[in-house]
């Protein structure tokens, strides 16, 4: 029986491995065999890293320098060894192909999976979504694209001072994982780039997104079901469409979003400030528990808006009610300007109306001098406290 020679990588990083001892503190990937040229790929470098750290028996950190290194689609797969602790410390930037030379297939571009005690800090991440918008732009007949960085079923996960352009997708996602903290990341991409979340989460547990600039040209920051105990605090957000928990509700059996802080933020001509878009279609799922407060809106379109008639094209939805409940949501200091008459919009379902809604020293001016702004209500209850305007239609 013929045995075929095992690949040139496999083979270089079983060497890299014997040569190197498992508690080995620090890894530049260039000593591996990385170019920092930009345009020759490091994935295989990047993966014989990963092996290497995996198995340490103590905190290992993966170097990056200050150069500029092409990278295709890459998954860091756990779990590790228990006591390892791996340190993504980049300095330089890190670029991903053009969407026509990805794999289809590739809905991630740098994908940890299944990991535990994983840090990202500093660099850059270029998603390279320009033409991707373009194609999107000119046609429909384009891929979706892929998520810049993402996590998925990991805990203890931390992404400090970080940048992150022109993602193809969503910049940073965090799924179905628990314990993760995003602070002092930086993320931009432009107003009218199609599909260009800040951060996604969704299905996941304590989760913490902290001091963030956020420009983009969909969601600053989107919530999706299953999202329980998230805290947002000092975010900057414009362009954008603000953040949003949801959409929620296109799938009959759904996990609810609970315990939700959204504290000190900045809304700079976005589209949204605070939504909350629900589908117009029996669902089992629900939002409770959400408080939104010490916020700022500077000429935004829908400062505060409820939307439970979410259709798009008018497809899978028409003349039905959405079956999410929402409860025990309060807006507390809340001031700033509206770019529409309608300040503060709560369009809730006819059939599991909004309920404990708390309006609590709201004031939202119009930025049209001989315009006054208003407040609109459909199915919705609840109580105001001290100075609310627009006057409120609770």
């Not at 080995?24 to 490091?42: F, Q, S």
């Not at 998230?230 to 959409?247: D, K, R, Y």
Request: overall charge positive; hydrophobic content about 35%; proline content about 6%.
């Amino acid at each position: 029986m013929k045995i075929s020679p095992l690949p040139a990588f496999f083979i270089i990083t079983f060497l890299l491995f014997l040569s190197s001892p498992l508690n080995a503190a620090t890894i530049n990937i260039m000593n591996l065999g990385a170019r920092g040229d930009g345009k020759t790929d490091v994935r295989q470098q990047f993966l014989a890293a990963w092996a290497i750290a995996c198995k340490s028996s103590e905190p290992t950190t993966i170097y990056v320098p200050p150069k500029r290194f092409f990278i295709s689609p890459i998954v860091f797969q756990g779990p590790c060894k228990k006591t390892s602790k791996i340190t993504f410390q980049i300095e330089g930037i890190l670029i991903a192909p053009q969407y026509k030379n990805m794999p289809s297939t590739s809905a991630n571009w740098l994908l940890f999976y299944g990991v535990s005690g994983v840090s990202v800090v500093g660099g850059y991440l270029d998603g390279q979504g320009t033409s991707l918008w373009a194609c999107k732009a000119a046609s429909t007949n384009c891929p979706t694209g892929a998520v810049s960085l993402a996590f998925y079923n990991s805990k203890d996960i931390s992404v400090k001072n970080l940048r992150s352009i022109n993602a193809k997708l969503v910049h940073i996602l965090v799924h179905s994982s628990q314990d993760a903290e995003i602070q002092g990341v930086r993320i931009d991409a432009p107003g009218d780039s199609p599909n260009t979340d800040g951060v996604h989460v969704q299905n996941s547990i304590n989760v913490r997104v902290l001091n963030m600039i956020i420009k983009t040209g969909d969601d600053c920051i989107s919530i999706g079901p299953g999202t329980r105990n998230l805290w947002i605090q000092g975010v900057t957000c414009g362009p954008g469409h603000g953040i949003s928990i949801g959409s929620l509700g296109k799938e009959l059996k759904e996990e609810g979003v609970q315990n939700v802080m959204v504290k000190n933020v900045a809304f700079y001509g976005t589209q949204n400030g605070l939504r909350i878009k629900t589908w117009a279609r029996p669902s089992n799922g629900f939002v409770k528990g959400m408080v939104f407060t010490q916020v700022l809106m500077k000429n935004v379109q829908n400062p505060i808006i409820i939307d439970q008639n979410y259709c798009p094209h008018n497809k899978g939805c028409p003349n039905q009610n959405s079956g999410i409940q929402i409860s025990g949501v309060t807006y507390k200091n809340i001031i700033g300007t509206s770019a529409t008459q309608i300040a503060m919009k709560f369009d809730c379902s006819p059939t599991n109306p909004c309920k404990s809604i708390s309006l609590q020293n709201i004031k939202l001016t119009t930025v049209y001098k001989y315009q006054t702004v208003k407040s609109s209500c459909n199915n919705v209850h609840g109580t105001i406290h001290g100075l609310v305007f627009p006057l409120s239609c609770l």
